[in-house]
């Protein structure tokens, strides 16, 4: 029943970030709703809890996975050392960091065959599930013991079951953070909204179903990986088959956790909420190379400490709270520009819905882990000072200014980067911002660096650079 309501809240939830996905069409998914609805520190809240822990903390998660699955057919008696699982969890960070460098192409061919293999293991555990079923192996599904409560039933433990069954289903809006990027979003947006979610859900459910034949709740209580147990149950000599499954879906997790990431500190760069180097793109691959080196030192980095788990604990409720906020901000959206164009329109049901699941989660989270959840609000606010002196103050002092110039230069040397030109959407979206807003997103550094000049033409920039430009040309 979790997976199902679920799956249909995540349905909601996408279709919610389809509207907004092609009203405002930019990439950073719910970054730029946010701070495009509720202004510039909301915006660069989200973006900084997002730099700060969410993104390295689970790309380095799925690549210790990744490792684990990988090395355990080695270590079949015991655990893998630890320092073997972090260095193949670097190697397989490093590779795919080198994927998406060299080409956007080779990124997407990588999600999709890996992808596809994870679907194609999850079909082989639906039809033995099936199997199973056929040979009248479906105890635990009959309703006199499906239904029976191992547990007293606690309000706070079924928020719980959905909060962890939402994070499941995580992934659901990443096409948002590339809207940029794909061909003919209008219709392709939610076209893969459409075919996606349900399929998901369609796997999932009977995933679990076939689980629970050959598995009793208590054993897949106990298990650390279940399809894991499940083909050793089923399987035989061929159970190695699932941890390799298994570690080549992480290895595709990873991939596509890297390219939206990385899309997302490319957004934030270009709004001035992050250094201008990491709003530029190679002059031959158009890929954001300084930001997915940012993703992928900061992912290493976070693969050093041991703490990781706690700090998603922490965060994995603020995470929450601002896909609520995001969802909230279609329907102010929809009360200050009732007029704008809206490609895709959905019934204000909808955010409601969301809404109200949003806050019996939140609600009963506090309720659970009050500590928690409070040190995760306090990481986040962590950056309300820091917006205030490195986006707020315009007025830096000249030396910083020029100690950002030769940064920036130095970054664009190494990695052969310059700053795009805006397209005529983002060109009349600016103009038809409001003075306020083009405060709010003025870079860090305004003047333009040393590695602009050297490329003549310093796509991009305002016009008040472009005249200081021309001037130092003279």
Not at 39 to 65: D, K, S
Not at 179 to 203: G, K, M, Q, W
Not at 460 to 471: I, L, N, S, T
């Amino acid at each position: 029943m979790v997976w199902v309501v679920t799956g249909l809240i995540t349905a909601v939830g996408a279709l919610c970030y389809a509207e907004l996905g092609v009203t405002i069409p930019k990439s950073g998914g719910d970054y730029s709703y946010v701070k495009d609805i509720f202004g510039g520190l909301a915006g660069f809240l989200r973006l900084w809890i997002a730099v700060l822990v969410i993104y390295p903390t689970n790309q380095a998660v799925i690549a210790l996975t990744f490792s684990n699955y990988v090395l355990q057919p080695l270590f079949p008696t015991c655990f893998a050392p630890e320092t073997g699982l972090r260095l193949l969890a670097a190697v397989c960070l490093l590779l795919l960091t080198w994927v998406n460098c060299a080409s956007v192409r080779w990124a997407t061919r990588v999600q999709d065959v890996f992808t596809a293999g994870k679907l194609l293991a999850l079909a082989l555990i639906i039809i033995m599930g099936i199997v199973q079923i056929c040979k009248g192996e479906y105890y635990w599904l009959q309703p006199a013991q499906a239904f029976e409560s191992f547990v007293e039933p606690d309000v706070g433990l079924i928020a719980l079951a959905f909060l962890q069954g939402s994070f499941a289903y995580g992934g659901w809006n990443f096409l948002n953070y590339v809207t940029e990027e794909l061909v003919d979003p209008y219709r392709n947006l939610p076209r893969a909204i459409f075919i996606s979610i349900p399929l998901v859900t369609f796997v999932y459910v009977f995933a679990n179903v076939a689980y629970v034949t050959a598995m009793s709740p208590q054993e897949l209580l106990a298990s650390n990986a279940v399809a894991v147990t499940f083909g050793e149950k089923l399987l035989g000599v061929m159970s190695w088959i699932m941890p390799i499954s298994v570690a080549l879906s992480t290895f595709g997790g990873v991939n596509g956790s890297l390219f939206t990431s990385s899309r997302l500190f490319f957004a934030g760069a270009r709004e001035g909420h992050l250094p201008r180097l990491l709003a530029m793109i190679h002059i031959k691959r158009c890929t954001p190379i300084p930001a997915l080196l940012f993703t992928c030192v900061s992912t290493l980095l976070m693969l050093c400490t041991s703490d990781m788990y706690t700090l998603i604990n922490y965060v994995g409720f603020i995470n929450y709270l601002f896909y609520g906020v995001t969802v909230a901000g279609q329907i102010v959206l929809r009360w200050k520009q009732p007029d704008i164009v809206r490609p895709i329109k959905v019934s204000l049901v909808f955010p409601v819905v969301y809404l109200l699941f949003w806050a019996f989660l939140l609600v009963f989270s506090l309720y659970s882990e009050p500590v928690v959840c409070g040190i995760g609000l306090a990481i986040m606010l962590t950056g309300v000072p820091v917006y205030f002196l490195g986006v707020y103050w315009q007025n830096k002092p000249q030396c910083f200014d020029r100690l950002v110039d030769k940064m920036t230069y130095l970054g664009q040397k190494f990695c052969v980067v310059v700053y795009p030109a805006e397209d005529e959407t983002g060109a009349a979206s600016e103009g038809a911002a409001s003075e306020g807003e083009k405060e709010e997103r003025a870079p860090i550094n305004p003047s333009p660096t040393g590695g602009e000049e050297a490329q003549g033409e310093g796509k991009g920039k305002a016009e008040g650079e472009e005249e200081k430009e021309k001037e130092a040309e003279c």
